[in-house]
């Protein structure tokens, strides 16, 4: 007998799950064994990847902007991600504000005023420090943080939710591979597919809590004199995992979804009040300024490496990065927003997880970098010479500048931390899901088991207490699991074009038929 693949089952561990949690368990232990030949050892291998094939991860990258475009406007744009008569789970400012916490809200936070400052002092090409500079620090942040971003995090996303609910398979990222190979050896393929999307989970979710402990220990530091130590950063992270641990407890459909609802109304507010009692002209033409340039120079971007320049290592340390480090979210990500993206359409799917989060991203560098770009330029100054020492505390210094700035301070680690709570309780959520053979409510003991072992792993890379490190770390698992993310593509593709074909020769009225369903959703 069949059960469906949201059944509730008891803590069975699987070959998934004990591969994956031996190889993660393997890689934490050396990181607190020898942290600095861990360290090394990811530095290196992401910068030879980086550098020796940047042009295929901007083709990557690129490539899943143009499919989620033609997807979206095409004609596959009206089928739904669920039964034809199915409605949303959740409330579309609900559904927003859950897939935007997931997906950035934390990094949005650490380099708001960082990125921006960074490419204006030091822009790839030219001078810095001058108005040329300024456009150029807003273009590049906005190809980092928009539409490839999201763009990737919507094509995982719907490849599994595709799958998911209306092929009626289980939510994993095996599911297209195996409909792609069927057979014995499509299995065992999906099998280390699985394992591959585990570890770019844990290492990008890794690789993420480490930057966000190092500024809140920074804005500690700022706000009430704490020290900069090993020992401060290991009691942030205490904390936060007591927190998230309690959180992931209670299910996606109370913990995540109110913290996502708090975060996003505290990000609004504080945005909102920068943009008000800053410089709001200056702000607000930069909004302008800097989307009409991002809109009109996307294109050449969107393949732009700079060979002829000599800046192959720019490219590398910066757009190749952020372009990895997406492809690392993805799986977990993808899977989140799979989660909680049931019952609306392909075009609708685009609109909320690609244009409007692209949408506040750009809103957000406009208000926080511009904000940060007009004190270096008319005012005071300092603070890009602090993003290139210690970028951690940009963010605190650059909010003395505004009336009641240390509460504001406050504020932002309040935020700051709720968006890693969030993120590490979605990533135990989906690390979960991926290692209990696709159950869309796991038991509590796998959601233990993650959260403990990222944890464990972020504290290994804390050592460092590098950014760079940190960075490295984020996307050391998406290298391996590219290769996954284009056989999942390749099986969507072909699965949703056979059920056009079936649907226009009349051969599939509903999507919830049997003929639809593959025999692996037991």
């Not at 109110?258 to 002209?281: D, E, W």
């Not at 702000?283 to 009109?296: C, K, V, W």
């Not at 932002?412 to 991926?434: E, H, R």
Request: hydrophobic content about 50%.
């Amino acid at each position: 007998m069949t059960r469906p693949a949201n059944a509730s089952r008891s803590f069975i561990p699987n070959r998934v799950f004990v591969t994956s949690l031996i190889l993660v368990a393997a890689f934490g232990g050396w990181g607190l064994i020898d942290p600095d030949g861990m360290s090394s050892t990811s530095l290196g291998f992401t910068t030879f990847m980086l550098t020796s094939i940047g042009w295929y991860w901007l083709l990557i990258s690129t490539g899943f902007l143009i499919l989620a475009g033609f997807l979206a406007l095409g004609p596959y744009g009206s089928v739904k991600l669920g039964d034809d008569d199915e409605e949303p789970e959740f409330s579309t400012v609900s559904w927003i504000a859950m897939l935007f916490a997931g997906g950035m809200g934390a990094g949005l936070i650490f380099w708001g005023v960082a990125e921006p400052l960074y490419h204006f002092r030091d822009p790839p090409g030219m001078p810095g420090e001058t108005a040329e500079a300024a456009r150029a620090a807003f273009k590049l942040t906005n190809l980092h943080w928009g539409l490839h971003a999201w763009s990737i995090y919507g094509v995982c996303a719907m490849v599994i939710a595709y799958f998911t609910f209306r092929k009626k398979q289980k939510p994993l990222i095996s599911a297209p591979i195996e409909s792609l190979f069927p057979g014995k050896g499509g299995q065992r393929l999906g099998q280390v597919a699985n394992v591959l999307g585990v570890f770019a989970v844990v290492f990008g979710l890794a690789g993420s809590l480490t930057m966000g402990t190092l500024q809140i220990r920074a804005g500690l530091g700022e706000l009430m004199g704490t020290p900069l130590n090993f020992t401060m950063s290991l009691l942030v992270m205490s904390v936060m995992y007591a927190t998230y641990m309690t959180s992931t407890s209670v299910g996606v459909d109370r913990g995540i979804k109110l913290l996502s609802n708090i975060n996003m109304a505290v990000a609004v507010l504080m945005v909102i009040y920068i943009a008000v009692l800053g410089p709001t002209a200056f702000i607000f033409e930069t909004l302008i300024d800097s989307i009409g340039t991002y809109i009109t120079q996307l294109p050449s971007m969107a393949f732009h490496l700079m060979p002829f320049e000599g800046l192959q290592e720019w490219t590398a340390s910066w757009t190749l990065t952020y372009m990895i480090w997406w492809l690392a979210w993805g799986p977990f990500v993808g899977i989140f927003i799979a989660r909680i993206s049931r019952g609306r359409t392909i075009r609708e799917f685009c609109a909320g997880v690609i244009i409007v989060p692209t949408l506040f991203s750009l809103f957000w560098f406009a208000v926080l970098g511009g904000a940060g770009v007009f004190i270096e330029m008319y005012g005071g100054g300092g603070i890009a010479e602090l993003v290139s020492q210690d970028v951690s505390r940009a963010f605190f210094v650059f909010l003395d500048f505004f009336p009641l700035g240390q509460l504001l301070g406050f504020v932002a680690l309040f935020l700051i931390f709720i968006f890693l709570v969030t993120s590490a309780d979605s990533g135990s959520f989906v690390l979960s899901m991926m290692t209990s053979d696709g159950q869309l409510n796991p038991p509590l003991t796998y959601k233990l088991v993650w959260g403990t072992l990222v944890a464990i792993l972020t504290v290994a890379t804390l050592f460092s207490g590098s950014v760079e490190v940190a960075k490295a770390m984020a996307v050391t698992g998406a290298i391996p699991f590219s290769v996954v993310l284009l056989m999942q593509v390749a099986g969507f593709i072909r699965a949703i074009r056979e059920e056009r074909s079936s649907r226009s020769g009349g051969g599939i009225v509903k999507a919830s038929t049997g003929a639809t369903e593959h025999k692996g959703a037991s």
